[in-house]
């Protein structure tokens, strides 16, 4: 069944929010999580779905070029991979409506290609198919994010802030999406409106559950609102609010609600994380949400038009994130060099680490678990090295200690350095006795010998 699908990975760009980690030359889909690029997650979840036909959008003629080149080098003979380029900050709304005369299936899988998680595609699908839905999205539990005891990852952010969430409102069964407040809106307070009770009859507000940007769509609909609403840029923020907005309104016409009582609202505000309204619409006799979408008002079953919002919810102990910040991209490498291994699809040694069969380690030099050495990197005497990612051919010397950090490709690390909580991206050079808490070091970036610096952006200037 999944086979029928049309599958669409909106890899991105150089996403401003990730500066100085992404560049020209290192774009967002060629992000390192644990020595591999982050688009690679999502492109063999989807070839171990037997999915093998994909289009991955990316953002700027450049990019296009480096991620697929590296996508027909690393994927030959293993995925037909068409590669298309869009202008850049079209927004993820805007790359589907610049490539929508490639869309030719009944149904649409989209994928963020920032996404690394160990949900099988497969499952939405079925579930989209299962209510004959408009879109179906994914839904996931909120990934722990933050500081770890011994620094954080979180470059100028001093306090550990909550997570970024949505606002999601589910009928009593979780198949369906009634409500979404996603971005700015959730700083607001949230206001449902009695129309939407009326017709839903109950209603669970949740704030501990991610939209982890898979989504199945049909065509047609998707279509259909990408050119009848030409401002949407993002799918999140615009096409999916539309469609769960628009969906109730459907559902109030079928039960029966005139217009003008459609304007009240309640204020509603999630305690614990979930709260169900039951309370507000005491009052309120109507059928079960599900029981409308088939239902005329007459009871007779006759076919309305009307459009479902379905929503998949992944178990808790699936793994799910998005790199989409630096603070994610530290958490994720972190994520799956220990508790998420499993998604490495590598064997960890008798010490719980990954070191490559060519790295060189000097005398009295330990690396701890959930820790990765890339190929061919060496590091000198008297090296210590915690819960960190070292990308390959970097030369570090002696007594350097790394904690906490993501070091990528052909870094030069001198004598004495400590590094915690940072990420140092390729190229860069650390001279002798550097000290570093919470940076990010731009790619090609000379840090001077003796410099100390806590939570700085530290990369070359844009000519």
């Not at 929010?17 to 992404?22: A, M, N, T």
């Not at 697929?68 to 709304?93: K, M």
């Not at 620094?151 to 009928?171: A, E, F, Q, R, W």
């Not at 009871?299 to 102990?317: E, F, L, M, N, P």
Request: charged share 20%.
């Amino acid at each position: 069944m999944i086979m029928d699908f049309q599958v669409v990975v909106l890899a991105g760009g150089t996403s401003k929010k990730l500066v100085p980690l992404v560049s020209e030359e290192v774009p967002k889909a060629m992000l390192p999580v644990a020595n591999r690029p982050v688009l690679s997650y999502v492109l063999e979840l989807l070839e171990r779905s037997n999915l093998k036909d994909l289009i991955v959008v990316v953002e700027g003629e450049d990019a296009a070029l480096r991620v697929g080149g590296w996508i027909s080098g690393a994927y030959v003979d293993r995925l037909h991979v068409e590669v298309a380029a869009v202008p850049e900050d079209v927004g993820t709304a805007g790359a589907l409506r610049a490539i929508a005369h490639h869309l030719t299936a009944n149904d649409i899988l989209v994928v963020s290609g920032d996404l690394v998680c160990d949900v099988f595609p497969g499952a939405v699908a079925a579930a989209h198919r299962r209510y004959d839905a408009a879109v179906t999205t994914m839904l996931c539990s909120l990934p722990v994010s933050g500081p770890l005891e011994s620094g954080s990852s979180s470059g100028k952010d001093k306090t550990k802030k909550p997570g970024c969430c949505n606002i999601i409102g589910l009928d009593p069964t979780k198949q369906f999406l009634l409500y979404i407040a996603t971005g700015p809106e959730i700083e607001r307070d949230i206001r449902v409106q009695k129309s939407i009770l009326r017709a839903v009859g109950q209603m669970e507000i949740r704030a501990d559950l991610m939209d982890a940007h898979l989504y199945a769509f049909k065509r047609a609909v998707l279509q259909e609102v990408l050119e009848r609403k030409d401002t949407f840029q993002s799918l999140q923020q615009d096409v999916l609010p539309y469609l769960v907005r628009s969906q109730l309104r459907s559902e109030v016409l079928l039960n029966g609600a005139p217009p003008s009582e459609e304007n009240g609202d309640d204020k509603v505000v999630p305690r614990d994380n979930r709260v169900m309204l039951s309370q507000l619409v005491a009052k309120t006799i109507t059928p079960s949400f599900h029981e409308l979408h088939v239902m005329a008002p007459d009871g007779s079953g006759a076919v309305r038009r009307t459009h479902k919002c379905c929503v998949y919810i992944a178990s808790q102990d699936k793994y799910c994130a998005r790199l989409n910040s630096i603070q994610a991209f530290s958490d994720i490498n972190r994520d799956v060099i220990g508790d998420a291994s499993r998604l490495l699809g590598y064997s960890f040694s008798a010490q719980n680490n990954i070191i490559h069969p060519s790295a060189e380690l000097g005398s009295k030099t330990t690396v701890g678990q959930n820790c990765m050495l890339g190929e061919g990197s060496q590091l000198g005497d008297k090296c210590s090295v915690k819960r960190s990612v070292i990308g390959r051919h970097c030369r570090i010397g002696s007594n350097v200690k790394v904690v906490n950090s993501v070091v990528m490709n052909h870094v030069t690390i001198g004598d004495g350095c400590s590094i915690q909580g940072s990420v140092i991206c390729s190229n860069a050079q650390l001279q002798e006795r550097t000290v570093l808490k919470d940076c990010q070091v731009g790619a090609g970036f000379v840090v001077t010998s003796g410099s100390e610096y806590k939570g700085e952006f530290l990369a070359k200037k844009e000519r």
